[in-house]
C-alpha cells in the first residue's frame, strides 16, 4: 500500500505561481515512477507531467511544457509540481499517483495508487 497526500493548491490569479507538493507514504517510494493529473469539472482526468524513479526521465502534457515542472526528493519521500505563469484554464483538482508497475507515464490506468488531490483554481 501506499498512501500519498497532496498539498500546496489554492486560488492565485494568472500569471502567478504556485508549487504542489504529494508526500508518499507506505512502500519504497524511491523504486516507483511518479505522476501528476488533473481533472477539471466536467472534463476527464488528464495527464499533466510524469517523471521515473531516479527522476531522469520526466514527461510533459503539452499544454503544460514550458510552464511546469516536475521534481522528486527520494529521501524525502516527495514529488513536487512548480507551476508558473498559471492560466484559467489550468483550473483543476490535481491529483498524484504512482506507476509500480510497466505502462505509459500518460495514461492514468498505468497508475496504482492515488491521492485525494488538491484544488488548483486561477482567475483571469
Known amino acids: 500500500q501506499v498512501q500519498l497526500v497532496e498539498s500546496g493548491g489554492g486560488f492565485v490569479q494568472a500569471g502567478c505561481s504556485l508549487r504542489l507538493s504529494c508526500a508518499a507514504s507506505?512502500?519504497?517510494?524511491?523504486?516507483?515512477?511518479m505522476g501528476w493529473f488533473r481533472q477539471a469539472p466536467g472534463k476527464e482526468r488528464e495527464f499533466v507531467a510524469g517523471?521515473?524513479?531516479?527522476?531522469?526521465?520526466?514527461y510533459y502534457a503539452d499544454s503544460v511544457k514550458g510552464r511546469f515542472t516536475i521534481s522528486r526528493d527520494n529521501a524525502k519521500n516527495t514529488v513536487y509540481l512548480q507551476m508558473n505563469s498559471l492560466k484559467p484554464e489550468d483550473t483543476a483538482v490535481y491529483y498524484c499517483?504512482?506507476?509500480?508497475?510497466?505502462?505509459?507515464?500518460?495514461?492514468?490506468?498505468?497508475?496504482?495508487?492515488w491521492g485525494q488531490g488538491t484544488q488548483v483554481t486561477v482567475s483571469s
Open positions: 499517483a504512482v506507476r509500480i508497475h510497466s505502462g505509459s507515464p500518460e495514461e492514468a490506468r498505468s497508475y496504482d495508487y
Open positions: 507506505g512502500r519504497t517510494f524511491s523504486s516507483y515512477a
Open positions: 517523471i521515473s524513479w531516479g527522476g531522469g526521465r520526466v
